[in-house]
């Protein structure tokens, strides 16, 4: 059974400071892995998937298949990062049913 | 492009009542996926349509439902409802799930008393 992980329900942070958002998740094959967000009023959308390896307002996450998570991550967090963040996994090989974690809202304080 | 558009946004239903929510996909997506969001559980899946056909279904009982028509409009349905089915209801849409991003709508929150 797939199944992820978002540790904290909740981060709370000063502008300026690192963020890491944490997302460990359990599958026996090869994983697909995102990072959804929502922000106050708006709907839930991608920020981030780990096949484009890219960078999204300043956010990074790196799939680390040995400890088993894709934690996310911001040098220097500013007040409009404010928000809910899911992690999410999609399996492979037939059944692409994805799976989401509980989501973790960060609080960016000026 | 228009966005995922979900009917109605909110709703109230007594115990027992059942619903219908309507889903209009991204013009040109042919998979509609919904899920349950509710505060403990975070977002769980449904079900998944494409071209009409039920992909794949969640762990849900069966009064929980859902049709695609071939325009790709879906509509999920919950028969007999129970307090516990209070939630905010998300579809999402994409080209084929299988290819990875969701386009998400804005929900149908659905209060039962």
């Known amino acids: 059974a797939q199944r992820v992980t978002q540790p904290e329900k909740l981060l709370s942070v000063f502008k300026g400071a690192p963020v890491e958002l944490k997302c460990n998740y359990s599958y026996s094959g090869s994983p697909e892995l995102f990072w959804y967000v929502q922000y106050s009023r708006q709907r839930l959308q991608l920020l981030l998937r780990?096949?484009s390896r890219e960078s999204i307002k300043g956010f990074t996450a790196d799939l680390n298949k040995g400890e088993t998570s894709f934690h996310l991550k911001k040098p220097f967090a500013q007040e409009e990062d404010s928000a809910m963040y899911y992690c999410?996994?999609?399996?492979?090989?037939?059944?692409?049913?994805?799976?989401f974690g509980r989501g973790t809202s960060l609080i960016v304080h000026p | 492009k228009a966005g995922v558009t979900q009917t109605p946004r909110y709703l109230i239903k007594t115990r027992g009542q059942q619903v219908t929510l309507s889903c209009s996909p991204i013009?040109?997506?042919?998979?509609v996926s919904w899920y349950q969001q509710t505060p403990g559980q975070g977002l769980q899946f449904l079900f998944e349509y494409f071209s009409e056909t039920q992909r794949n279904k969640g762990n849900f009982p069966g009064r929980f439902s859902g049709r695609q028509f071939s325009n790709s409009r879906s509509e999920m349905n919950v028969s007999t409802l129970e307090l516990g089915d209070s939630a905010l209801y998300l579809c999402?849409?994409?080209?084929?799930?299988?290819?990875?991003?969701?386009?998400f709508g804005e929900g149908s929150r659905l209060t039962v008393l």
């Open positions: 999402a849409s994409s080209s084929d799930m299988t290819a990875g991003e969701l386009f």
């Open positions: 013009s040109g997506h042919r998979s």
């Open positions: 780990h096949i």
């Open positions: 999410a996994l999609r399996g492979s090989g037939g059944s692409y049913i994805p799976t």
